[in-house]
């Protein structure tokens, strides 16, 4: 999909859903992650996530412009147009945009780092993991107050010893 044929969608259902034209630029950013799209408002263009077109389809990408011509034609005629105003909710509903965006898969999977160092207190022996080192003459236990002692935890790597 390019991004004439992006403006011209974002035309055709701003005058379909809403009864009126949206007159700035519609484009494509790949650097978006986390969003479907977003309006901004001082330029008041609107940018779409290519890949939502590429992972979930038309239908999703039109779900996600309704959502933005709803902060954009919300913000043009002064009315309330962030996600927590009752003015966007209703236009929301009204026009049959989405509130969230699918997840894409692909962005969705973290590396979860192990933690790595275990503090322990010297009264109380309650124990915390930390993924991070932490300076324990700065920190007491959230318990009782007592000092805390770190140790280092070893992490397994996943080698077989028995195929040396």
């Not at 412009?65 to 105003?85: A, F, N, P, V």
């Not at 022996?125 to 700065?138: A, M, N």
């Not at 009782?144 to 070893?154: D, N, P, S, W």
Request: net charge positive; hydrophobic share 30%.
């Amino acid at each position: 999909m390019t991004e004439s044929i992006l403006q011209q969608m974002v035309e055709q259902i701003s005058i379909e859903s809403f009864g009126k034209p949206f007159r700035h630029r519609a484009t494509f950013n790949a650097r978006l992650k986390t969003t479907g799209g977003r309006y901004l408002l001082r330029s008041h263009n609107i940018e779409i996530n290519p890949k939502q077109w590429e992972v979930h389809g038309e239908e999703e990408v039109i779900s996600i412009i309704k959502h933005e011509l709803c902060h954009y034609h919300l913000h043009l005629e002064g009315r309330g147009y962030q996600h927590r105003d009752k003015d966007f909710k209703e236009l929301l509903q009204k026009v049959g945009g989405s509130r969230f965006c699918k997840a894409i898969p692909s962005l969705q999977k973290k590396r979860r780092e192990p933690y790595r160092y275990r503090l322990v207190c010297k009264k109380c022996s309650l124990t915390y993991l930390r993924k991070r080192r932490v300076d324990v003459r700065k920190y007491v236990c959230g318990r009782c107050r007592g000092a805390l002692t770190m140790e280092r935890i070893v992490v397994e790597t996943g080698t077989n010893p028995s195929s040396k």
